[in-house]
């Protein structure tokens, strides 16, 4: 196993990593946050005497770390013997949020944008926190945000969805004829065809936050374009393709095949139980499950259907795969399968030998998830992690397993398989066949560092 030294972005806007590292360690995982890990997992160093039976729960426990702790709260703890401001006085009014926020502890968890990745702030990206969620649902106010040219706040009285071309009833839907056709609700990821895109040039960038923050996980609700197909009488014979059309200003258009389009593809207006947000395409967009992301089309209005492929700007400019031998591969759309450890990742400290929850998420465009396995050694042993229900298609899904770190160095992978039998690759057999100079599709094995202080850092394991 050979180390390859990350390098970071040289450009003054860039990554800058004392800047980063000091404020992820603060803004990424707040003190807060971190003091109440230290809490929950420190472990008596006199715990982890070789021999002790168990789980390395029940060894972490035996040592005083997880229930009945003399680490956390010590005897005295004014935290325990004395009465708090919050206990005798009178809370605010139920009313005094009629649209709820998180608590003022936690303003650290939210979207960030990369510095000089992009020119303009409206042509930009912000990166979903992952270093700080649970489960495989995306709050809606922390969704990734991509934008070619800025959001809109488009008014959904004045929102009208097309439907033309190879159909034999062109139709224009408002809102209101929409959602009361029969609905559907599915979870499922989206993911830029950009996430992990800086890591082909081994570029380390520091926290999961911007190496796999173009990544979210919702509930939408919206009719399925085969119904709306249906319903305009698409020509199935001669109609091979649809185009989606966006309504902001970015002229986003982008192809979809048939098969695709008549399979599990929604246009939707809801997005975990509420009325999609503007930054993702209030009030309809499309839901292309298991597709990059430029497909889910967002402030949707129009789907033409068609025999040929566009070939639009977003997918012969952009959006396609530079192969080493110069090719560019055109419309590699499907998202492979791919896993991450979120906790603990780059940016984080572990303050203390003991036991460790590892977490982590992985995803397939091709369907569920079948295992994931998890590395401690840089992908010499592998052992196979829990994962938690639900198990959806083309959805995130949640993985945990036990760790107890004895305070030598370590490097953390995971390596997922879904149900078609696709393997996630290391990052060295994808560029044997992907080159270096790929943006799009990057799906590797993600290796966290982790150094005897705990500090935790993105390395790449060749
Ligand atoms: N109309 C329109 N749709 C769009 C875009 C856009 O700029 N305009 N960006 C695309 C890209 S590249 C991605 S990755 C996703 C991002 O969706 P999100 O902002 O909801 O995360 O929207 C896609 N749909
Ligand atoms: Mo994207």
Same mark, same amino acid.
């Given at each position: ?53 168990? *789980?390395? @729960? ?8 997880? $229930? ?30 009629? +649209? ?19 020119? #303009? ?6 990166? =979903?926190?992952?270093? /700080?969620?649970?489960?495989? &649902? ?11 040219? /800025? ?20 139709? #224009? ?9 029969? !609905?559907? !609700? ?18 380390? #960038?520091? =926290?999961?936050? +911007?190496?796999?923050?173009?990544? !979210? ?15 305009c009488g698409a020509d199935l014979k001669r109609g091979k393709y649809v185009l989606a059309e966006g309504g902001d200003g970015s002229g986003m258009t982008r192809t979809i095949d048939m098969k695709v389009a008549l399979d599990d593809v929604i246009v939707a207006w809801g997005m975990n139980g509420e009325m999609l947000r503007p930054e993702n395409g209030y009030p309809l967009r499309l839901v292309v499950p298991g597709v990059q992301g430029v497909s889910w089309v967002k402030w949707l209005r129009r789907i033409e259907v068609g025999d040929q492929p566009w070939a639009s700007k977003d997918e012969a400019v952009h959006y396609i795969d530079l192969m080493p031998d110069g090719v560019h591969r055109q419309y590699t759309s499907v998202q492979e399968v791919k896993s991450v450890i979120? =906790?603990?990742? /780059? ?8 036991? +460790?929850?590892?977490?982590? @998420? ?21 052992? %196979? ?18 760790? %107890? ?17 696709? #393997? ?5 057999? @994808? ?6 100079? *790929?943006? +799009?599709?990057?799906?590797? &094995?993600? *290796?966290?560092? &982790? ?5 935790? $850092? ?5």
């Amino acid at each position: 196993m050979t180390l390859l030294p990350g390098r970071w972005l040289k450009a003054p806007e860039s990554f800058l990593p004392e800047a980063f590292c000091r404020k992820i360690n603060t803004a990424g995982f707040n003190d807060a946050r971190r003091n109440w890990m230290q809490r929950g997992f420190k472990v008596a160093a006199a715990g982890l005497a070789a021999g002790a039976a168990g *789980s390395a @729960l029940a060894q972490a426990a035996a040592a005083g770390a997880v $229930s009945g702790s003399t680490v956390g709260a010590t005897a005295g703890d004014p935290h325990v013997l004395e009465k708090k401001a919050w206990q005798t006085m009178l809370g605010q009014p139920v009313a005094a949020r009629p +649209y709820g926020v998180p608590s003022s502890f936690e303003e650290n968890l939210k979207r960030r944008e990369s510095p000089g990745l992009t020119r #303009v702030p409206q042509a930009s990206v912000a990166f =979903t926190p992952l270093q /700080g969620l649970f489960g495989i &649902i995306t709050p809606n106010g922390l969704h990734f945000e991509r934008h070619h040219q /800025g959001w809109v706040d488009v008014d959904p009285e004045q929102h009208r969805f097309m439907i033309n071309g190879l159909v034999a009833a062109p139709r #224009v839907f408002t809102m209101s004829d929409l959602m009361r056709l029969p !609905s559907v !609700s599915r979870i499922h990821f989206i993911e830029c065809g950009a996430n992990t895109g800086l890591e082909w040039g081994n570029v380390a #960038v520091p =926290t999961v936050q +911007y190496t796999h923050g173009m990544l !979210s996980c919702c509930e939408f609700t919206g009719v399925l374009l085969s119904t709306l197909l249906d319903m305009c009488g698409a020509d199935l014979k001669r109609g091979k393709y649809v185009l989606a059309e966006g309504g902001d200003g970015s002229g986003m258009t982008r192809t979809i095949d048939m098969k695709v389009a008549l399979d599990d593809v929604i246009v939707a207006w809801g997005m975990n139980g509420e009325m999609l947000r503007p930054e993702n395409g209030y009030p309809l967009r499309l839901v292309v499950p298991g597709v990059q992301g430029v497909s889910w089309v967002k402030w949707l209005r129009r789907i033409e259907v068609g025999d040929q492929p566009w070939a639009s700007k977003d997918e012969a400019v952009h959006y396609i795969d530079l192969m080493p031998d110069g090719v560019h591969r055109q419309y590699t759309s499907v998202q492979e399968v791919k896993s991450v450890i979120t =906790t603990p990742s /780059g940016g984080q400290q572990l303050l203390d030998r003991g036991f +460790y929850n590892v977490s982590g @998420l992985a995803w397939s465009g091709r369907g569920r998830i079948k295992r994931v396995d998890v590395s401690f050694d840089g992908g010499n042993h592998w052992r %196979t992690a829990r994962m938690e229900q639900p198990v959806l298609p083309k959805a995130l899904t949640r993985f945990n397993i036990d760790w %107890t770190w004895d305070g030598s160095p370590a490097i953390l992978q995971s390596r997922a398989v879904d149900e078609t039998g696709h #393997v996630q690759p290391a990052i060295r057999q @994808l560029r044997a066949v992907r080159g270096t100079r *790929s943006i +799009y599709h990057n799906n590797a &094995i993600q *290796s966290w560092k &982790i150094d005897p202080n705990g500090e935790v $850092s993105n390395v790449q394991v060749g």
